[in-house]
Every structure is written in structure tokens, then in C-alpha cells.
């Protein structure tokens, strides 16, 4: 599985177009919709900890896991900052344990797709399975296969603003519906302005068709309740981006 290193503190600045407001209506609303009384919240790859901190506001009851380090001094400082007392542990997704039990179980963000292989995704869903109260929600993203193949396969993505630019390379991965990242980012030194600083990362995700997500799902011990189309109450398409998932534990 990838670990974000230095791009953790570049995170926040480069992603400011993610839909965290999406998914915190969508599980709201389910949660409403499935009549999840508690509110006890597990944030899988919570990453800087935008999205936890957003869920804690609404009072939920967060913890948050990530596998990268410099991911959770992010999140401990952002939290910290707000007030916010949310308990943060390095784990692997496919390797969940000690945590306690919960009533809802989130990864978004499509980080199940940096998970290496199918193994790992099984050990996830019954790490969570065995994390989860009986009748509670599992909520997950993933890439779409129209989006590995056409949007992200063999295409280069720029930016570029004063104090950091960066030159993004997608690569087809070795396994089907897989891809490389090969990112490199220049970041201006606040002391030397006229000098950057380069940081490469290098990154790998994979993604399945629904019906092996579905299948994984029943195998573990879950019940898909809803798959939608690019967050949104609509059915997936062929041109459809990001698959969202919600799922019962039985």
C-alpha cells in the first residue's frame, strides 16, 4: 500500500476540490435513512484529517486511522487547532485492529483503490466487519474502471501557481484497471524565494468492477444496500467516475 510522505503537507493546498461536503450529507443522510442511532464514527485513511475534524463539528464521535505518519501529524495539528478531540492511529486498512467498535465505517476519497492486490481488499472489509456493530453502515469510494482506463491511463496533469507547481505522469499499472502515479512537485522555499525545493511521490491504485465489490462485500459478512454514481442518487453509467458504495453489516 502507498504512504503519502512529504505530499501530506502539500495535501491540503493541492486538493482544495474535494467533495468532503458530499459525503458528509450522503452519510448523514443514510445514517437518517437506516436509523444508525449511535454516532461513534471510524474515518479509514482519514489522511490530514479535513474530513474527520468536519464530522467531529457535526458531533460525531471520530477516530481516525491512517497508514502515513506525516498524514497524522496533519490531522493531530488541524484537530488540535479546532479544539477537537479525536483520537488518531497509524494502521493499515488491512490490518484493523484494537480499535473498539463502531456504528458507522467510512474510506473515502477512493483510498481502498491504493490497496496492492484482492487479498488486502477482503482483509479490509472483514477488518471493518469485525469493527462495526451489527446494522451498522460501511460507506467506501472507489475509482471507476472508465475513469482508470480513459481518464487517468498514460495522461499527464499540470498546475501551476507562484508557490508550488507540479507535473503529474499516469502510467498503465501492471494488473488490469491498475495505474501509477508519478507525481514530482516544486515547492518555493519561503526563505530563498527564488529557489524550489522538488518532491517526487510515487503512487499506485487499483481498482475491480462493482460486481467483484458486491461479491467481496456478501463474502464478508455485508449486505449493498445503494451503489451510486459520482456521489450523487443516480445509477452508475458507463462514463461514471466514482462508485460510491453503502453497505449493512448483517
Request: hydrophobic share 35%.
Amino acid at each position: 500500500m502507498t504512504s503519502y510522505g512529504k505530499f501530506a503537507y502539500l495535501y491540503d493546498q493541492l486538493m482544495q476540490d474535494i467533495p468532503y461536503e458530499k459525503w458528509l450529507e450522503i452519510t448523514a443522510r443514510y445514517k437518517q435513512k437506516y436509523q444508525v442511532r449511535g454516532s461513534r464514527l471510524l474515518d479509514i485513511a482519514c489522511g490530514t484529517g479535513e474530513l474527520s475534524c468536519r464530522f467531529a463539528m457535526e458531533d460525531y464521535d471520530v477516530t481516525g486511522i491512517d497508514l502515513s505518519e506525516d498524514m497524522l501529524a496533519v490531522a493531530k495539528e488541524k484537530s488540535d487547532a479546532e479544539g477537537l478531540k479525536i483520537p488518531y492511529f497509524q494502521q493499515n486498512m488491512a490490518e484493523l485492529e484494537g480499535l473498539g467498535q463502531f456504528d458507522l465505517i467510512t474510506i473515502f476519497c477512493d483510498s481502498l483503490n491504493y490497496l496492492s492486490n484482492e487479498q488486502e481488499v477482503i482483509k479490509t472489509f472483514e477488518g471493518v466487519a469485525s469493527h462495526l456493530e451489527d446494522n451498522g453502515l460501511f460507506l467506501f469510494d472507489v475509482h471507476s474502471e472508465y475513469k482508470m482506463e480513459e481518464i487517468f491511463k498514460n495522461q499527464t496533469f499540470t498546475y501551476i501557481e507562484d508557490d508550488i507547481c507540479y507535473i503529474w505522469n499516469c502510467f498503465e499499472g501492471e494488473y488490469p484497471f491498475s495505474v501509477e502515479h508519478e507525481l514530482t512537485f516544486f515547492v518555493k522555499d519561503n526563505q530563498l524565494k527564488e529557489r524550489y525545493e522538488r518532491v517526487e511521490e510515487f503512487h499506485f491504485q487499483r481498482t475491480y468492477s462493482i460486481n467483484q465489490y458486491k461479491k467481496w462485500l456478501e463474502q464478508t459478512g455485508f449486505e449493498a444496500l445503494h451503489i451510486l454514481g459520482d456521489l450523487e442518487d443516480k445509477a452508475v453509467t458507463g462514463h461514471t467516475e466514482r462508485i460510491l458504495f453503502i453497505a449493512k453489516k448483517k
